[in-house]
């Protein structure tokens, strides 16, 4: 069983940066896909980045292309989304996913959650 752990929210004024980190207890994310989705208030939960490590698959929505950055440590146990030059449009609960099954942008494909961190981003 996979427990994903996200860390790393928080307050920002626009412009500024943040790296929320998702660390997985059970196995590592070889092999696996992850990714980023969030859900701003009143709106449903949305995609925003995600990668498979052993074949470089990566796709990010057009809304941050850019601006943020999904990456994986070493270890493959902890992933990683650097969001740079922040916006209001970006506040939202940011969630972690991962998925052994086929490339996805759907959360429906994604068998293992985070908790969800808050992002607020003031202008």
């Known amino acids: 069983q996979v427990q994903l752990v996200e860390s790393g929210g928080g307050s920002v004024q626009a412009g500024g940066s943040l790296r929320l980190s998702c660390a997985a207890s059970?196995?590592?994310?070889?092999?696996?896909?992850m990714a980023w989705f969030r859900q701003a208030p009143g709106k449903e939960r949305e995609f925003v980045t995600a990668?498979?490590?052993?074949?470089?698959?990566?796709q990010y929505a057009d809304s941050v292309k850019g601006r943020f950055t999904i990456s994986m440590d070493n270890s493959k146990t902890t992933f990683y989304l650097q969001m740079n030059s922040l916006k209001p449009e970006d506040t939202a609960v940011y969630y972690c996913?991962?998925?052994?099954?086929?490339?996805?942008?759907?959360?429906?494909?994604?068998?293992?959650w985070g908790q969800g961190t808050q992002v607020t981003v003031s202008s």
């Open positions: 996913a991962a998925s052994a099954g086929t490339y996805s942008r759907f959360e429906y494909e994604y068998d293992y």
């Open positions: 059970g196995r590592t994310f070889s092999g696996y896909n």
């Open positions: 990668f498979r490590w052993s074949s470089g698959w990566i």
